[in-house]
């Protein structure tokens, strides 16, 4: 197989990371709203720590897409 | 400096190019001549924003019925107080300055950078790396200052079982070690694949004739996103910041 070909398609595949960072935020921020529908009295307290395992989910994913510009320009 | 010839050598072609934005150039003169102290556009672009977030809180009047002007200062002021006060609780008053400063710079290079033939400044990893690292390497600072080697114990959690303390200590060390990339990582990422995103679209706007309407009204609700990106992304550099910081201080939690 061509590299370059190799190059665009082991990119693509780093990319999927992506997917699972995709999942883990949608679950940070639906369990963050169940919980703040269910007590909404502590729900302003919490977003701190929302936003934190938001940026933590995130993080996974990025160095899937950080890896995935390293194969494409590096 | 091969790369800068290569962004030159493109902006000649009249192509649909995301990646183009993100090419460093100088101000004056072309992109052959560029050395080490060279006045680039990124430099350019972060001073506009330091000069931006500097006037807001200087031009901002201190009346006890706020102007406009004054709300926004006082809304991203309070922002921060409020978060150094939740996490660092006493320590807040002490590295306030420092977590407003870097919220106010990442937020204003961020919003800034999505002015129509803007550059993002934090869309460059050799940007977001240093700013991640002057976090890093200050907390590490700090906690081995007010802590002494006393900080070495943020490696090794309370109530692990000793068979698994090896495995625990070399997954906290790995996880240190690596906090700085994953801080830069995320912010650079961020900026650079939204608005790679934004001009995507914005060349199908351009290919589809008449029919680019539907992209275009789905460009404006992507704007909308990125605004809220670009002021989230400052929001949780600085909160990161301030866990660190936490972490240097009580080492025993």
């Not at chain 1, 369990?31 to 302003?44: E, F, Q, V």
Request: charged letters at 10%; aromatic letters at 12%; one cysteine or more.
């Amino acid at each position: 197989m061509d590299v370059a070909a190799a190059k665009m398609i082991g990119a693509g595949i780093a990319a999927v990371a992506l997917g699972g960072a995709g999942i883990g935020i949608g679950h940070i921020f639906g369990n963050y709203l169940a919980g703040a529908l269910r007590n909404p009295a502590a729900a302003a307290s919490q977003r701190g720590t929302l936003f934190l395992g938001f940026a933590f989910a995130e993080a996974t994913g990025l160095i899937g897409f950080a890896v995935a510009m390293l194969i494409l320009f590096g | 400096m091969a790369e800068s010839t290569a962004c030159a050598a493109e902006s000649v072609k009249k192509i649909i190019d995301p990646i183009h934005q993100f090419c460093i150039h100088p101000v004056v003169g072309n992109a052959e001549h560029l050395g080490v102290f060279t006045f680039t556009n990124s430099a350019l672009w972060g001073l506009i924003a330091v000069g931006l977030a500097s006037l807001l809180f200087l031009l901002a009047p201190r009346k006890l019925v706020p102007t406009r002007l004054q709300s926004v200062a006082e809304s991203l002021y309070e922002v921060v107080d409020n978060m150094t006060r939740e996490i660092l609780h006493d320590n807040a008053r002490t590295y306030f300055p420092f977590v407003l400063t870097l919220f106010l710079f990442i937020l204003f290079a961020n919003v800034l950078g999505l002015v129509p033939y803007s550059f993002t400044v934090t869309s460059h990893i050799i940007i977001t790396l240093a700013l991640a690292l002057v976090v890093f390497v200050g907390a590490t600072v700090i906690g081995f200052w007010r802590n002494g080697f006393g900080y070495l114990k943020l490696f090794v959690p309370s109530g692990v079982p000793v068979f698994l303390l090896p495995l625990v200590v070399l997954i906290e060390i790995v996880s240190y070690f690596i906090r700085p990339l994953s801080l830069s990582i995320r912010l650079f990422a961020n900026m650079m694949a939204g608005h790679m995103m934004l001009k995507v679209m914005a060349g199908f706007v351009v290919m589809l004739g008449y029919f680019g309407i539907v992209p275009l009204i789905a460009m404006v609700g992507l704007t909308g996103l990125e605004l809220l990106v670009a002021a989230l992304q400052a929001y949780v550099f600085a909160l990161l910041t301030c866990m660190y910081l936490n972490d240097a201080m009580h080492v025993d939690h």
